[in-house]
C-alpha cells in the first residue's frame, strides 16, 4: 500500500496510482483528523469522494503519530492527551474516538488504537503496554460494532493490532487475546523500529503461525524491496511503507538491479532509462540522464516521475511475489533479490 499521509501520496495524482495498478493506499489518521478534520470530510462525502479515490482506502488509528510527532503525550487508562503538532490545541484520543474519526472517514480498513512503545523496551514496559492494546482493542471493537450495526451504507472492516515489542511469548499472548475479539484481519505493529530485520521475521513469524489462514494478516510500516518478499514468506498479506515515494524525494530510485542514486555524476551521460527491465511510463520515455539533470535543478517533476517509478517498482515486486508463489519458487526470488541489492547496480 503507498502511503497517503494526507489523503494524496505525495508526487502522484489518482489518475497515476490508477495507471500504476495501485489496489489499496494508506491514510493516516491523525493528519486527517487535524486537518482538514473529520467532520469536514464526512460533510463532503467521505474520504473516497472528497480525494476521488474510488479504489480501497486503509486508515491507521492515528496512535503511531501522536507518538512520533505531538507534543506533552499523556498516556491514561482512558486514552492519550496530545497537543497537535499543527496549532498546540489540547486533543484526548481514544480507541471510541479513534473509531469514530475513521467511521467518518469512511475507509474501508480501519485499525483500532494501540499503545506504541519505544523499542528497545524493557519486558514489563512491553508488556504493560500489549495488556492496554488488548484493553483498547476490546472497547474499539465493542463501539465499532455498535456504530456499524444496523448501518450497511459503507461496510467497513475493522483490524486488531498485535504488540509484544521483541519478546516472542508477549506477541502470542497479544495474538491470543485479539483472536478473542474475532476481527475480520489482523495487523502486526511495532516492528521494523530499528531492530535487525531477522528479529522482524522471528517476532512476524510467532504471529502468523497463531493467525487464521483465511483472513488478512497486515506488517505495518514494511519496508525495503529485498524484504518484501520474506514478510509473505512468513505469511503476511499486505503492508504499507512510506520508503518508495520518500526515497523518490531524494533522489533514490529502487531498481531491478538495486538502487541508483540519480544524483550521482555517473548518470549525467546515462542515456538508458532508469531500470532497462522495468515497463513503467517514465522508464519507457526518460533517461538517467534527464531525471539526474531534473533532480539537479530542484524541478519539482524530478520527485513526480522518480515517485512513479518507485511505487511501480514496489507494486511489481509484490505482482513477481504473486508469480513465484505460483510457481514454487519464492525462495529462489527472495535470494535473488537480497543478492542483487546487496552488490548494487551495475
Ligand atoms: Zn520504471
Not at 56 to 74: C, H, M, N, P
Request: charged share 20%; net charge neutral.
Amino acid at each position: 500500500m503507498p502511503v497517503g499521509t494526507q489523503a494524496t501520496v505525495k508526487g502522484l495524482t489518482q489518475e497515476a496510482l490508477e495507471e500504476l495498478g495501485t489496489g489499496i493506499i494508506l491514510a493516516n489518521t491523525y493528519h486527517l483528523y487535524l486537518r482538514p478534520g473529520h467532520e469536514l470530510v464526512r460533510e463532503l462525502g467521505g474520504l473516497h469522494k472528497f480525494m476521488s479515490w474510488p479504489r480501497a482506502i486503509l486508515t491507521d488509528s492515528g496512535g503511531y503519530q501522536v507518538f512520533s510527532l505531538s507534543e506533552l503525550r499523556k498516556m491514561t487508562d482512558e486514552g492519550v492527551r496530545f497537543r497537535s503538532h499543527l496549532d498546540g490545541s489540547e486533543h484526548l484520543l481514544t480507541p471510541e474516538k479513534a473509531a469514530e474519526i475513521q467511521i467518518a472517514l469512511g475507509s474501508d480498513i480501519t485499525m483500532v488504537l494501540d499503545e506504541c512503545i519505544e523499542t528497545p523496551a524493557p519486558r514489563e514496559k512491553a508488556e504493560a503496554a500489549l495488556n492496554r492494546t488488548t484493553a483498547w482493542a476490546k472497547r474499539a471493537r465493542n463501539h465499532f460494532l455498535q456504530q456499524s450495526s444496523g448501518n450497511s451504507n459503507l461496510p467497513q472492516w475493522q483490524f486488531g493490532i498485535v504488540q509484544g515489542a521483541t519478546f516472542a511469548d508477549l506477541r502470542r499472548q497479544s495474538a491470543r487475546q485479539l483472536l478473542e475479539l474475532d476481527f475480520p484481519g489482523y495487523a502486526v505493529g511495532g516492528l521494523a523500529v530499528g531492530e535487525p530485520h531477522e528479529v522482524t521475521c522471528e517476532m512476524a513469524g510467532e504471529v502468523t503461525a497463531l493467525l487464521p489462514k483465511d483472513r488478512p494478516r497486515y506488517l505495518m510500516g514494511v519496508g525495503r524491496p529485498e524484504q518484501l518478499a520474506d514478510y509473505v514468506a512468513l505469511g503476511i498479506d499486505m503492508m504499507d511503507c512510506v520508503l518508495p515515494t520518500r526515497a523518490a524525494r531524494h533522489a533514490c530510485l529502487y531498481t531491478s538491479e538495486g538502487r541508483v542514486l540519480i544524483k550521482n555524476a555517473r548518470y549525467a551521460r546515462d542515456q538508458r532509462p532508469i531500470d532497462p527491465r522495468c515497463a513503467c511510463s517514465v522508464c519507457r520515455r526518460y533517461s538517467r540522464a534527464y531525471l539526474r539533470h531534473l533532480f539537479a535543478a530542484g524541478e519539482l517533476t524530478a520527485a513526480i516521475l522518480a515517485s512513479h517509478h518507485n511505487v511501480h517498482f514496489y507494486l511489481d515486486i509484490m505482482r513477481q511475489i504473486r508469480e513465484a508463489i505460483e510457481f514454487g519458487n519464492l525462495a529462489n526470488f527472495s535470494s535473488d533479490m537480497h543478492a542483487r541489492y546487496t552488490a548494487g547496480p551495475a
